[in-house]
């Protein structure tokens, strides 16, 4: 998602989990939407999971219309995820998003944190709707939006973004109050702070064609 921003500044480095270990075995593959481990939420209540998201040649092609998400069914709070995106080449920039640790009711959009997937944006964290979050003071901002609520906005360290049809890969690691994104193989981003909901994973439909593939979601379990 993107936000104008007239907002006034407000209010870092590799990633160690203490005290935690990976779960085995999800019994769903997040890579297959038959596979139980998503449902389907869209602005538009005719609207079909299928009409929105499909997958060819082992790729999740997302179309961008109508607005919504697809969820997992199960809920997280302390987790790695890892993915590839592209943005079709010639189609103009991609706009899309992952969200974790969503709380309340499904709507456009909920309260959670947003790992911004938009060109070329990508490494941006938002809190939506009041979600709480905390950063270097020169790279956060905040709003109040009349549709969205209040915004928290931290910026990503800098660009690592791929052309248009090239595979990007995203890594996002949670764990406690601490959520880092790593882009390509190296950190843009570490929010402090965050609020340690469990709730499920989203990939956003947000107006434009994005593609997926090799998602993997390892929950954390403290020791």
Known sequence: MRYVLGLVL??????CCFGCSTQPGLRADPSKLDSGFWSFYSADPNARMADVWT??????????SPLGYIYSNETYDNFTLTLQWRCPDAKGPGKASVLMRMSGDHRIWPKSLEAQLNAPDAGDFWGLDGYDLAGPAERTGALDHEQFGKLTNLKKTQTLEKPAGQWNTYEILAEGDTVTLIINGIEVN????CAPTKGPICLTS????????????RPLVQE
């Open 10 to 15: 407000v209010s870092s480095a590799c990633f």
């Open 55 to 64: 997958v060819q040649d082992g790729v999740l092609v997302c179309s961008g």
């Open 190 to 193: 570490r929010a402090t702070g």
């Open 206 to 217: 947000e107006g434009s064609e994005i593609h997926f593939r090799d998602i993997t979601l």
